[in-house]
């Protein structure tokens, strides 16, 4: 009779608590969703187009975090790199919003494609893809640099491939001055590093570009110094660069400690910019044993002489913010953009500060050491006939070696754009031909170079002991010349290296040669309608119409730009 009661009391008490679960609780409806609008929206937030991976291990791991909607419901997605695929997903928490990170750890050196493929239930199909690579390590630049971050996806000091410490949330930008990324900041973030190697010697520099965010009328840019005293005039060691001012005008400051306080460097109107123009300035900081420098654009903004460095007791390198050392006049965090950070053992010369300028609108470098690569794009040219290398280059170890109708070609879809253009190059001629091109970029037709309306080439001519160069570009009509004469003239018996220096902008065509200016003239501007691919040491196919063919000398070290270069840039290269 107990065990009978106790059934029925249990039963009662499960009933109850059945019936209890749904008092105040409306019932689950079910709701038509509508029918499916359109196809999934499939977004890669790791990595960045262009991302690098720079690590000494020959096989390494990518990030990879993606985001993927649909109106109504996703039913897979799969992720594949260079076609392969690495990982799918179909069984969802949420079927509308999908965010999903993995780690991928069989990356080799190369170029690679990370496709992201998102399906929907209705089968609407949507690919997303991004282009990244592992590269070889970064080898310096420039004399005495210790440190470079070129902000393309990562905080990573290239030379020791050490990442830096985010302090906040900083982040990235994908409008750049150079590659495919900058440093973007964010209130309360910065960056730091260790002053570990960077802090010490006799000398110092450090350059960057910086574009600020004026909300901020107060901001500390870079700085490696001691936490006490915490006035920055007080500091005996280490340095700092500040602005301060209005949301017209920002002036910078640069403080150097020279053992008992600090040195300033405070130009007034020469450091100052209106950051309404919202403009990208390049800053060179060039601390010697006797004087402090700062330079803007290439221009010596300010210098103050004193007594020499000191770095007793400094802290880490702070990047984009007067934290924590140098905040003590609240100069705090930055929040614009900063790209192509280095810094040197060494004080930089104003010309190898402008040179770090002019490379900054490089777009494309072929340096010939063993390959026709073109190390921006990391693209090879296309051989016609058998061009070759030499081993007597001019820099490095490698130099391009002509041969009879023999030349290169490359695509000029990314390099004829633009209202401006230039490029340079080491070249030693072979004499043996009388008449040769060195390099163009024009149309087929008109066949005459005088009669092209668009493009450029540089031709050469005359006899076995005088070979004179001209340089024709296009105005939209015809071409116009820059034809010096004796100023462009060389002895091909001498067997010399010229250097080269090609620089059109909107109103001028101009010529150098060996760093100086041999010729120029007035024209309305560059026109590239029409034109072929960029031809190397050779006028075929489209500048050979006065028969100026195969360069079958030796190139050097050929560079092209997006930007009209000056006398002072391209002597910075040529030096």
């Known amino acids: 009779m107990k065990t009978l009661n106790k059934y029925f009391i249990g039963i009662f008490a499960l009933f109850f608590a059945l019936s209890s679960c749904n008092e105040g609780i409306d019932p689950i409806t079910a709701v038509d969703p509508g029918p499916d609008a359109g196809a999934p929206v499939v977004n890669i937030i790791k990595p960045l187009n262009g991302f690098e991976i720079q690590v000494p291990e020959p096989i390494t791991s990518v990030s990879i975090q993606i985001n993927a909607q649909d109106d109504i419901e996703l039913s897979l997605i799969t992720i594949k790199l260079d076609g392969a695929e690495i990982a799918s997903y179909s069984d969802f928490l949420d079927y509308r919003i999908v965010n999903q990170e993995m780690v991928y750890d069989n990356v080799t050196t190369g170029d690679h494609i990370l496709t992201v493929e998102a399906t929907d239930i209705v089968g609407n199909i949507t690919i997303s893809t991004v282009n990244f690579s592992k590269v070889p390590p970064y080898t310096p630049l420039f004399n005495g640099e210790t440190f470079y971050m070129n902000f393309d996806g ?10 830096a410490t985010e302090v906040g949330s900083p982040g990235f930008s994908s409008i750049p001055k150079v590659g495919s990324g900058a440093y973007k900041g964010a209130a309360n973030s910065y960056l730091t590093y260790p002053a ?17 965010d004026a909300s901020d009328t107060r901001a500390g840019i870079i700085n490696m110094a001691p936490a006490l005293p915490a006035g920055p005039s007080d500091k005996p060691s280490g340095f700092g660069l500040i602005r301060e001012g209005s949301a017209t005008s920002q002036k910078f400051v640069l403080l150097v400690g020279n053992g008992t306080n600090a040195t300033w460097v405070n130009p007034g109107a020469p450091a100052t910019i209106d950051p309404t123009l919202e403009e990208w300035v390049h800053f060179g900081i060039s601390i010697s044993e006797s004087k402090a420098s700062l330079y803007m654009n290439g221009e010596l903004a300010g ?43 060494v004080a930089l010369t104003k010309q190898d500060i402008v040179k770090q300028i002019a490379l900054s609108s490089q777009k494309f470098y072929m340096p010939f050491e063993g390959s026709f690569t073109d190390k921006v794009s990391k693209e090879d040219a296309t051989e016609v006939g058998s061009p070759g290398f030499s081993t007597s280059a001019k820099v490095g170890n490698g130099a391009y070696k002509g041969a ?25 001629i072979d004499g043996s031909d009388t008449r040769a091109s060195i390099i163009n970029m024009a149309p087929a037709l008109p066949a005459g170079p005088s009669d ?38 060389i002895d091909p018996t001498l067997n010399e290296w010229v250097h080269f220096g090609i ?17 120029e003239s007035v024209f309305t501007g560059l026109n590239w309608t029409g034109v072929g691919d960029l031809a190397i040491m050779s006028g075929d196919p489209n500048f050979n119409g006065w028969n100026h063919k195969t360069e079958k000398g030796l190139m050097d070290e050929l560079r092209i730009f997006n930007k009209a270069l000056s006398l002072e840039e391209v002597q910075a290269i040529y030096n």
Request: aromatic content about 12%; overall charge negative; proline content about 3%.
């Open 503 to 519: 620089s059109i902008s909107e109103s001028k065509a101009t010529l150098y040669m060996n760093g100086a200016l041999v010729g």
């Open 303 to 345: 210098e103050s002489t004193f007594t020499g460095m000191n770095w007793e007791g400094v802290g880490n390198l702070a990047i984009m913010s007067g934290e924590p050392n140098f905040s003590g006049w609240n100069h705090k965090t930055e929040k614009g953009l900063m790209d192509e950070l280095r810094l040197f053992n």
């Open 404 to 428: 009879a109708d023999s030349y290169l070609t490359f695509p000029s879809t990314d390099l004829a754009k633009g209202n401006e253009f230039s490029t340079t190059f080491w070249l030693k």
């Open 452 to 489: 092209k309306p668009s493009g450029f080439g540089l031709i050469r001519e005359g006899s076995a002991t005088a070979q004179k160069f001209i340089l024709l570009v296009g105005n939209g009509t015809n071409a116009t010349w820059v034809n010096p004469g004796a100023p462009a003239t």
């Open 154 to 163: 990562s905080y990573t000091n290239l030379l020791t491939l050490t990442d």
């Open 196 to 212: 570990a190697g960077l802090a010490q010697g006799k000398e110092f520099s450090a350059t960057f570009w910086l574009k600020i």
